[in-house]
């Protein structure tokens, strides 16, 4: 149904192809709802409900009621305001960071390499010689000048070492190729041979303007390379391209001859190797520009690009570096020391030696003047290297965030023709001779010179204007950084060819490094192709790899669970889902008329699962109150959403296998389906909503899919999302997004977990706003880094289909619980369960800080601790689980090893020992608050209470455990407040010095540092008081109260206590002689027999009577006739039938979705296990099964734990 003021969105291929099946069944046979108004299975309460909504108007009432806008839409409008000022200012800091950091490390290079001093190959200019003082031929070299460079070039070496080092400690890599690794070892050494000879002999026989001019020239094999031919997407390198390309590669090429020729004819005949060593460098950056051939690849073009491809492992890089390192040692002794200058080079003799070095007699001095003059190059070298660490970063940061141009092209450009201009000023203005001590060499332009001379003199050598020809062909050679194509959340591997910089060449390399954009689509192409093959999925079209390129939208599927939610919670989850409508049209409508960057479009449709939808003891088949609810608030939300035009179509309702369904067409042209469960047709709870909708969705619809071609099966089931959620899920479009495109990032992520924030008021939901914020901010993040994160939240993920369709997942997923863990590890904790199959099948769970959603967490007590009592068991029981199978678990899964396992078994075992901890801590307060007691007695004190619980979990009812945990969680509320006296009177008296002090000082300063990083979420440190005061209750009650209770299969949250509604009774049925039996021991003198006699036994013409009450005064008499009870019990008869004929009618012409029909029929563990619930219903009422329970589980850990 077409909306106003929307277009339609049928028009794209990708979604008819996933709805042809459906709607060629449904055309034929599907059921009006015009006609089933009277007869289906909701349709009488629905018309009620519906008339509830529109009351006819009258016409003097014309004021109407607008809702209010939403407290958190205001905040989220304020923040997105804030986050805009923010990205502004922070472009502006990022700007200056890596403009700055470039220039103080290009300026702190050329410093050092001034002080090396290679007396025979100075460059000089004669007519200048009493006015510029470019080197004493006499001058001695300090070693530490010379340690500072080495420092300065093995620094990125050792940090790309220790992530080399990092990602085979945490995860796990491929075995490498061997016959990679020589070609990998000669382009190392010839770059680090060729910056040996730049860094020690070029770059110190000139002036410092010398040395920047011959830093231009370093990207020669680049710029031949871009020479070659390029083929990507059916599309070669246009002509005007490789015209600009070979002129480029010209001018450099002239460029090193112009400095052999130059420099070669001013000083010494080994200047030959000054454009020697600028090519050597250029070789490092090939394979960035090497061309993408696709289809069209001759033998050495295809070559290289399958060798660029291979050599990018981390244990190759790992050797890589290792010898680079070597090198990079040997290149300094071999130009330094080549006789008996060994041992003042290492520092081991303090006597001077002379006639050190191949290219002239240099005179290593060992014999500091002063600890300030020892120490000047190395403070040189470390202020060079965090400069160039910090700016590194930065400008990766830029680039992540998507601001390349202002924040990383712009301020690299800027940085040459700054260093010229700062460098020239220092000759006249000695600036910087006044920052660096007096021992420190620097060029001086004395009094009787000018600028304008010394400026002449260069332009009159043509230094000056080869200079600036080079730098402008070195920003042709990359021009491709005006061109960003960097997906959000890119990864290093994606920004950069190199994972690191070069501490000499810092801006040259940076934009040298910096990937193309057919790099990144290269990346991706061969990223999709080896999941393809890779891919480890049972069905055929998983291995069946595909010659077509095609780009295929992202279906995006909002699955929803419901229950017994409140109005409340189900409008803020149905204003989400038509927030997403929205947001869907918005983009592929302006994908459609947009001439400009497309957005990221994708489809979607939103599923509701209700579970145990109708009615128990009614004689017809209707819903419960929950079910109107849903009808009733779905019409608001729309209406809080889209604009006030916009109304939300009626539903198209179908009879089901498993109980009905409700079809919606949002005002964006999407589905809202919501599906009610019938208890007595299919399982109900959670886990079998989401085992149904990933079967009908994945199986059913992708891979059981004819009109889908067996080649797209899998990049179809590869870009279907199921964005799992709850059924008081509160978000916003923008953190779908971001999920999204951590999807898009890379293909072997299975899940990506949102960021909770828990909504309510009262100190229970304090303390879980603080327990949330920490969770977050250090626990996942934590596991984020190391490895990957262990659960996913099923109120807010979004799961990637083929992951779901891998062996071993949605299948396992579906297993009946038959066993005593079973019910603990499937059904108390499924997030959990499915996130753990995940990860046994190899597949990486990421977490993404920024995807915020709100949901309402418990208030009160007692639905708190019964929320606690599931999750904590199912948390130990899937991390045993995970733990036991270690070994595979490392064979399949590479973002989980040995060390990040090792964290895992850590925090396990101090999960365990928390319990004994605490109440160590409260025997210790005790103590500390009343001395005189003796500590046997403070002992008994404290674990009677404790004892005395224990007793109660395997013994009273659940009530009672409850107020007795309520009761001790205040008591230890009080004795945790001692405990913070104690504390702070400990620490007062050591004045901070105490151990005691460090570490509580160093608890709260992680805290207080990590919501300082959260600007959003910084209030939710004052919430740690509360956290503080309920440690007892949270880490030790709650504990014993989860363990005793295993046997308790119930939900505990959103318990509905209403009485069940009465079954109608008919009229006939409310006669005299049944009155009888069941009359009160009032007899006639009862209220309800009085009222009941009154009103069958009498009738009354007017209203006014007050239902017969007043029948005597007010109204005539009337008396009721036999005959007409009769007849109308006849007529109820008759109507009931009628129904009941209906609804037959109505599941016979249902076979418009028989396929549909087969699909469910042919899931039997989804039909109800009638021994499960009868388990349940023996271990809830027998309390000795508590005690096996609590046996089996823990016999369970120590034998998991033991294997």
């Known amino acids: 149904m077409q909306n106003p003021g929307y277009v339609s969105d049928t028009s794209d291929e990708e979604y008819e192809d996933d709805q042809n099946r459906e709607s060629s069944d449904e055309e034929e046979d599907s059921i009006d709802v015009t006609e089933t108004v009277g007869s289906s299975f909701i349709s009488d309460d629905y018309e009620e409900t519906e008339a509830e909504l529109k009351p006819k108007q009258k016409k003097w009432d014309l004021f109407q009621t607008f809702p209010e806008k939403r407290n958190q839409e205001a905040i989220n409008e304020y923040w997105n305001k804030v986050n805009v000022c923010i990205k502004i200012f922070l472009c502006i800091i990022f700007f200056l960071i890596v403009l700055a950091t470039s220039l103080i490390t290009k300026l702190t290079f050329i410093i050092i390499a001034y002080n090396i001093n290679i007396p025979s190959n100075n460059l000089d200019f004669e007519f200048l010689k009493p006015k510029l003082r470019i080197k004493d031929k006499t001058m001695e070299t300090d070693i530490r000048w010379i340690w500072s460079l080495v420092l300065i070039i093995i620094a990125p070496y050792i940090f790309n070492l220790a992530k080399c080092l990092h990602t085979q400690c945490f995860k796990k890599a491929k075995k490498m190729k061997w016959k990679y690794l020589p070609f990998t070892l000669i382009i190392e050494t010839i770059h680090s041979i060729g910056l040996g000879i730049f860094v020690y002999i070029a770059s110190s026989s000139g002036d410092a303007l010398y040395t920047l001019y011959m830093m231009q020239g370093v990207s020669l094999v680049p710029a031949i390379l871009k020479c070659l031919p390029s083929y990507r997407a059916g599309k070669s390198t246009s002509g005007t391209s490789m015209i600009v390309a070979c002129l480029s590669a010209i001018i450099h090429g002239g460029f090193l001859v112009i400095i052999g020729v130059k420099s070669t004819s001013e000083a010494s005949n080994s200047q030959w190797l000054f454009p020697v060593a600028l090519l050597l460098i250029s070789v490092h950056w090939w394979e960035n520009f090497v061309p993408r051939t696709g289809e069209k690849k001759s ?218 954009d057919d790099d990144i689509d290269r990346k991706k192409q061969d990223h999709l192709k080896k999941e393809l093959q890779e891919n480890t999925m049972g069905n055929s079209f998983s291995r069946t790899t595909s010659s077509h390129k095609e780009k295929v939208i992202p279906k995006i599927y909002a699955c929803a669970t419901l229950w017994r939610e409140n109005e409340k919670e189900m409008t803020q989850l149905l204003k989400s889902i038509f927030r997403m409508d929205l947001d869907q049209f918005d983009k592929s409508f302006a994908k459609r008329i947009s001439d400009g960057p497309k957005p990221h479009t994708y489809e979607f449709e939103a599923h509701i699962f209700f579970d145990d939808a109708f009615k128990e003891d009614s004689k017809k088949y209707t819903v419960n109150r929950y079910v109107l609810q849903l009808l009733k608030v779905i019409e608001m939300a729309s209406r809080a959403v889209y604009i006030d035009s916009v109304e939300l179509s009626k539903p198209n309702k179908y009879l089901t296998p498993y109980g009905g369904r409700f079809e919606w067409t949002m005002p964006g042209d999407n589905l809202l389906v919501v599906h009610f469960k ?225 964290y895992q078994v850590f925090l396990f075992v101090s999960s365990i020992l928390t319990p004994g901890t605490i109440f160590l801590l409260i025997l210790g307060a005790f103590n500390t608050a009343y001395p005189t007691v003796p500590l046997y007695v403070a002992l008994i004190l404290n674990l009677l209470p404790v004892v005395v619980f224990i007793i109660l979990c395997y013994s009273a009812t659940e009530n009672i455990q409850l107020g007795y945990a309520a009761v001790m969680s205040t008591i230890y509320s009080l004795v945790m407040m001692i405990v913070i006296v104690g504390l702070i009177k400990q620490i007062v008296e050591s004045e901070f010095c105490s151990v005691t002090a460090i570490f509580f000082l160093g608890v709260v300063g992680i805290f207080v540092i990590s919501a300082m990083f959260h600007p959003r979420e910084i209030l939710n440190i004052f919430h740690g008081f509360m956290y503080f005061l309920t440690i007892p209750s949270s880490s030790m009650l709650l504990i014993i109260y989860a363990l005793g209770n295993l046997n308790n299969g119930s939900w505990g949250t959103r318990v509905d206590t209403t009485v069940p509604a009465r079954t109608e009774i008919p009229d006939e049925m409310m006669n005299d002689t049944n009155a009888t039996k069941t009359k009160p021991k009032l007899g006639a003198l009862s209220p309800d027999t009085l009222f009941e006699t009154i009103r069958t036994k009498f009738s009354s013409d007017y209203v006014f009577s007050f239902g017969n009450l007043f029948r005597c005064l007010c109204c005539p008499t009337g008396q009721v006739k036999e005959e007409d009870v009769k007849m109308k019990a006849i007529l109820e008869k008759l109507e009931s039938v009628e129904d009941q004929l209906d609804d037959l009618k109505n599941v016979v012409r249902g076979k418009s979705r028989s396929v549909q029909e087969d699909e469910w029929n042919n899931l039997p563990y989804l039909a109800p296990d009638k021994g499960t619930q009868a388990f349940s219903a023996a271990t809830s009422s027998f309390h000795p099964a508590k005690i096996h329970l609590g046996i089996s589980f823990f016999v369970l850990l120590f034998k998991k734990m033991n294997s």
């Open 299 to 516: 033998k050495y073009q295809g070559s290289l690009e399958r060798i660029a491809n291979k050599i990018r492992h981390t244990k190759l890089e790992f050797c890589g570096m290792l010898f680079k390192l070597i090198i990079t040692f040997l290149v300094p002794i071999v130009i330094f020391a080549p006789r008996n200058c060994g041992k003042t080079l290492f520092l081991q003799s303090e006597k001077d030696r002379s006639d050190c070095s191949l290219f002239g007699n240099v005179t290593l001095v060992n014999k500091p003047e002063g600890y300030t003059i020892t120490y000047v190059p190395l403070i040189l070298a470390g202020v060079n290297i965090l400069s160039s660490v910090i700016g590194f970063k930065v400008a990766k940061t830029a680039c992540v965030i998507r601001s390349q141009i202002a924040c990383f092209t712009i301020p690299l450009i800027l940085v040459t023709p700054l260093s010229f201009v700062i460098i020239l000023l220092s000759y006249k203005q000695h600036f910087i001779q006044s920052i660096l001590p007096h021992h420190v060499a620097w060029p001086v332009l004395r009094e009787s010179a000018s600028w304008i001379d010394f400026l002449n003199v260069y332009s009159t050598n043509l230094y000056l204007p080869i200079m600036f020809v080079e730098f402008i062909n070195l920003l042709i050679t990359v021009d491709y950084l005006w061109k960003p194509g960097t997906e959000k959340t890119a990864s290093t591997a994606m920004l950069f060819v190199k994972p690191l910089y070069c501490g000499i060449l810092f801006d040259q390399s940076l934009m040298l490094n910096r990937s193309s």
């Open 678 to 902: 019938d208890k007595k047709k299919i399982r109900v709870k959670k886990r079998w909503s989401q085992v149904m909708y990933m079967y009908y969705l994945l199986s059913y619809r992708i891979i059981d899919n004819n009109t889908i071609p067996k080649h797209k099966k899998f990049s179809t089931a590869s870009n279907t999302f199921i964005l799992a959620l709850d059924g008081d899920i509160d978000f916003y479009p923008d953190a779908v997004h971001l999920l999204l495109d951590r999807m898009r990032k890379d293909g072997q992520l299975g899940a990506a977990a949102g960021r909770i924030h828990p909504k309510g008021s009262g100190p229970m939901v304090w303390y879980q706003k603080f327990e949330y914020s920490v969770g977050h901010w250090l626990q996942k993040a934590t596991e984020h880094k190391l490895g990957c994160v262990l659960c996913s939240p099923g109120c807010f993920s979004l799961f990637r289909g083929s992951a779901l369709l891998q062996h071993n997942v949605i299948n396992k997923y579906a297993t009946i619980p038959r066993q005593a863990h079973h019910y603990i590890q499937f059904d108390m904790g499924e997030d959990r369960w499915l996130c753990t199959l995940l990860l046994q099948a190899g597949k990486r769970i990421e977490y993404c800080a920024a995807a915020d959603a709100s949901t309402f967490c418990p208030e009160g007590f007692t639905e708190f601790y019964n929320q606690r009592r599931r999750w904590t068991p199912s948390t130990m029981a899937n991390i045993i689980d995970l733990l036991s199978s270690g070994n595979s678990l490392r064979n399949n899964n590479p973002n989980i090893s040995v060390l990040y396992i090792m």
